[in-house]
């Protein structure tokens, strides 16, 4: 099976995809959900709820409510803005009119200071993973083509799992929290696995077969493993699917990104990483 003579639409595909990406993250950046902005979480049980009359208590107390999300029968998780003890007396006094028979299940508090911290610690985990993994992966293979190629297929999911939910926040309201930071860094994880699989088969068909050229080694490799990945990913993707479609608010869009990161990670470990691999390997045959 030829599968590298599709490498030119692959580079359309990927190209398309980068761009999308790209377009929306200039045009509408991000909403970021309070673990990067700061602000307070609210969990309430409200038998008698009422949106009007939650929209009312806020408004009253000059507060603006974020959002708001179910998480169990008569159970809300309420975003808004950080507040003084004494604003948050006053609002209780306010519920307690609205609301009699609410009860407090959680109230958290997190500075802007804390979100700052978590993005930079987001950066620099995906900076570190990426400088050990092209280590490991060009020492490993003894060939830093493959550790390159494996990085860059890596950020290239990583930047569309990120411009994608530029567009999810854009279109479907989704926000950026402290789950997507844990759905990208599953999403590099998944993105390397299937990548090293097919580059450890390319060594051992290398190894035996020494005079075949590296496009027919890379074929050869992908068809040998294109069906077990694809069979691996497809269990991860139906459950997410599910958990997607029928899962609670609060963890859809974590579901979401997660089925994002590995559509993109099975499909770059053939489209892109091999490609790039291919790519060096001629470029540095020419020389």
Aim: hydrophobic share 45%; aromatic share 12%; proline share 2%.
């Amino acid at each position: 099976m030829n599968i590298m003579k599709l490498r030119p639409l692959f580079l359309v595909i990927s190209s398309i995809l980068l761009g999308v990406s790209l377009f929306s993250i200039i045009k509408w950046q991000f909403k970021p959900s309070i673990d990067f902005t700061g602000g307070t979480l609210w969990e309430l049980n409200i038998p008698d709820y009422s949106q009007n009359k939650l929209n009312q208590v806020f408004s009253k107390n000059n507060l603006e409510l974020k959002s708001v999300n179910t998480t169990g029968t008569n159970q809300y998780l309420l975003k808004f803005s950080d507040i003084t003890p004494d604003k948050k007396n006053e609002l209780i006094k306010s519920f307690k009119e609205s609301f009699p028979k609410y009860s407090e299940l959680k109230f958290e508090t997190l500075g802007a200071t804390l979100g700052q911290e978590l993005f930079k610690k987001t950066l620099a985990a995906i900076i570190l993973s990426s400088i050990f993994l092209f280590l490991f992966i060009g020492r490993r293979f003894r060939d830093l083509s493959f550790g390159v190629g494996a990085i860059l297929a890596m950020l290239h999911d990583t930047f569309i799992l990120i411009g994608s939910f530029s567009l999810f926040g854009h279109f479907f309201g989704a926000e950026l929290d402290a789950l997507f930071v844990t759905a990208l860094l599953t999403t590099l994880s998944s993105s390397v696995h299937d990548t090293v699989v097919t580059f450890d088969r390319i060594r051992e068909l290398r190894r035996h077969s020494f005079q075949k050229d590296w496009v027919s080694l890379a074929n050869q490799a992908v068809t040998e493993t294109l069906v077990r990945s694809i069979n691996n990913s497809m269990t991860i993707i139906f459950m997410l699917l599910a958990l997607v479609l029928l899962g609670g608010s609060t963890t859809r869009w974590f579901a979401t990104a997660l089925l994002v990161g590995v559509i993109c990670g099975t499909y770059s470990s053939t489209a892109v990483a091999i490609p790039l691999v291919l790519f060096f390997k001629k470029h540095t045959k020419k020389k």
